[in-house]
C-alpha cells in the first residue's frame, strides 16, 4: 500500500515538474476517484489551518466545481471530451503534490499573521506556489488539448479567476 501511494505521488510529482503529461496516467474511473478523494482531504485538511470547518468546506466544494465544471467545458471545446478522466486526474494529482509543499507556507503566513511578524518570505512562497500550480495546470491543458503551452497557460488563468470571483461573491470582504 505504502509503496503504490508512494509511486502514485511520485507519478503526479512528474507532471508538476512537467516531466509527464495526463496522457501518461490511467484513463480509469476508480484511479480518479480514489485520486478525487485524497485530493479533497487534503484540500480539506489544507484550508482548515486558516479557515473555519464551514468556510474550509465552501471554499474546497467550489475550488472542486470550478475544476471540475471548467475541464469539462474546455475539453468539450477542444472536441476532446474524451479526456476528461486523465485531464481531471492529473490536475487533481498535481493539486496534492503542491499542496505538500503549501503546508508550511500556509502554517508561516497563519503563525505571522497572529504573532504579528512580517509576512514578506511566506507571501513570496505563496506567490510562488500560485505560479507553480498556474503553469502545471497550464502544461496539463496544454497536453490534454493538443495545443500550445501559451494557449494552455491563458485557460489555465481561468480556474483562479472564476474561483476568487465565486469566493468574493459568498464571502464578501466589506
Not at 501518461?24 to 482548515?48: H, K, R
Not at 471554499?59 to 465544471?69: D, E, Q, R, S, T
Not at 507556507?105 to 504579528?116: F, G, I, P, T
Request: glycine share 4%.
Amino acid at each position: 500500500m505504502i509503496n503504490s501511494l508512494k509511486t502514485l505521488f511520485n507519478s503526479f510529482l512528474e507532471i508538476c515538474l512537467f516531466q509527464r503529461g495526463p496522457q501518461d496516467l490511467p484513463t480509469s474511473g476508480f484511479f480518479l476517484g480514489i485520486v478525487f478523494v485524497i485530493s479533497l482531504s487534503v484540500a480539506l485538511l489544507l484550508n482548515l489551518i486558516n479557515l473555519s470547518f464551514q468556510h474550509a468546506v465552501v471554499a474546497v466544494i467550489l475550488n472542486f466545481a470550478v475544476v471540475i465544471i471548467i475541464t469539462q467545458l474546455i475539453l468539450r471545446l477542444y472536441n476532446k471530451p474524451m479526456r476528461f478522466v486523465q485531464t481531471l486526474t492529473a490536475q487533481l494529482g498535481a493539486g496534492i503534490v503542491i499542496s505538500v509543499f503549501a503546508v508550511p507556507v500556509v502554517v508561516m503566513l497563519v503563525y505571522a499573521e497572529k504573532h504579528d511578524v512580517s509576512m514578506t518570505t511566506g507571501s513570496l512562497f505563496w506567490l510562488g506556489l500560485f505560479i507553480w500550480e498556474i503553469a502545471v495546470t497550464a502544461h496539463i491543458l496544454r497536453h490534454a488539448l493538443s495545443t500550445t503551452l501559451l494557449q494552455g497557460f491563458l485557460i489555465s488563468i481561468l480556474y483562479p479567476l472564476v474561483y476568487f470571483q465565486l469566493i468574493d461573491f459568498i464571502f464578501p470582504t466589506s
